[in-house]
């Protein structure tokens, strides 16, 4: 679904460099047109896509993708900056329905990368925002660039400074940050002991396009992070009616086994799509793996029906 969504754009892409070929240098001859052919080629091969949390249309931080140039860490990471900055150099690469958070005139002061570690030094204009946006702009920071291979945590800066609090919110941030942060919070705590957060994965979707959205659940809920994925997706009412979730609500976790890098989950028949082809929905393997992914430092999630593997999810390769 989504795959097919990224290609589009990039065959689009690669049709307009093609035109704009085409009206530049008409061929006269068959050394000409290989000559073209093999340069639309070269250009296609090098378009990329990175992973971006962007706000949507609904004010949820949502994860897409942008096409990028960079090869190396540093300069991905702030190639993928500017493009959560307002009005900044990669505004046009931003998919419709999304837009930057990161306020207008906002420098990258310096940007390093050592041992799975980023650290960011912002201009003062990071924070120029009202008391609800400044979390967020936190989140879509950290959750853009831990989606970089080998990127695990971020330290930012402001004007060389450690950021240690938001200004407005009072909010202590941790000096080196990564996914326990959380993103789209929502709380439900009836005490400030035994905490849990646990982030979901839903889908939403815009002009028939589907993406997904990250949901950081802050509860006192004591049962596994797995259950409480599971509960959440099988749930017949979502709590949001712009998020949705494509999990059946039959479905039950019949256990779970953690072994090393690998989780596998166990479900009963309720899990499948079709019950005679034993198969899985996509988006129901992207969400419950993605979100198992921000939740437990593995590598692989297998799905099992009634003790009978069905899927194995590679999580890196899921985004």
């Known amino acids: 679904m989504l795959k097919k969504f990224y290609l589009k754009k990039l065959l689009v892409c690669g049709i307009t460099i093609f035109t704009i070929l085409l009206i530049y240098v008409i061929p006269t001859n068959e050394e000409e047109k290989l000559k073209i052919t093999e340069e639309v080629e070269y250009v296609n091969k090098d378009l990329d896509t990175s992973i971006i949390f962007l706000n949507d249309s609904n004010n949820y931080l949502g994860m897409t993708k942008i096409i990028t140039n960079s090869k ?3 300069s991905k990471a702030k190639e993928l900056l500017e493009a959560l900055i307002i009005d900044g150099t990669k505004q046009d690469s931003i998919p419709n329905g999304f837009k930057a958070i990161i306020p207008s005139n906002t420098k990258i002061r310096s940007l390093t990368y050592d041992n799975k570690v ?3 030094d912002f201009s003062s204009e990071l924070l120029n925002t009202n008391k609800e946006t400044e979390e967020k702009i936190i989140e879509a920071i950290v959750y853009t660039l831990t989606s970089i291979d080998d990127v695990e945590f971020v330290i930012i800066y402001m004007e060389g400074e450690l950021l240690t ?4 919110s009072k909010i202590t941030l941790p000096s080196t940050l990564d996914r326990s942060f959380g993103i789209n919070k929502e709380y439900n705590l009836n005490s400030t002991k035994d905490i849990n957060k646990t982030t979901i994965y839903y889908i939403s979707e815009f002009n028939d396009n589907e993406y997904y959205v990250p949901v950081t659940k802050v509860t006192n809920d004591d049962r596994s992070k797995i259950e409480i994925i599971v509960d959440e997706l099988s749930s017949s009412n979502l709590y949001k ?3 949705m979730s494509y999990l059946n609500s039959n479905t039950k976790l019949l256990s779970v086994n953690e ?4 989780l596998v989950v166990n479900f009963n028949s309720g899990i499948f799509n079709d019950i005679n ?8 393997i992207y969400t419950i793996s993605m979100s198992i992914n921000d939740n ?5 999630v297998v799905f099992n029906v009634e003790d009978k593997e069905i899927y194995k999810s590679v999580l890196k390769s899921i985004e």
Request: net charge negative; proline share 3%; hydrophobic share 30%.
């Open 277 to 284: 082809t034993e198969e899985i929905l996509e988006e129901v």
């Open 118 to 120: 980023i650290k960011v």
């Open 165 to 168: 609090t938001l200004p407005q």
């Open 72 to 74: 190396d860490t540093v």
């Open 296 to 300: 437990y430092s593995i590598n692989t």
């Open 259 to 262: 072994n090393e890098d690998e």
């Open 241 to 243: 009616t712009n998020l």
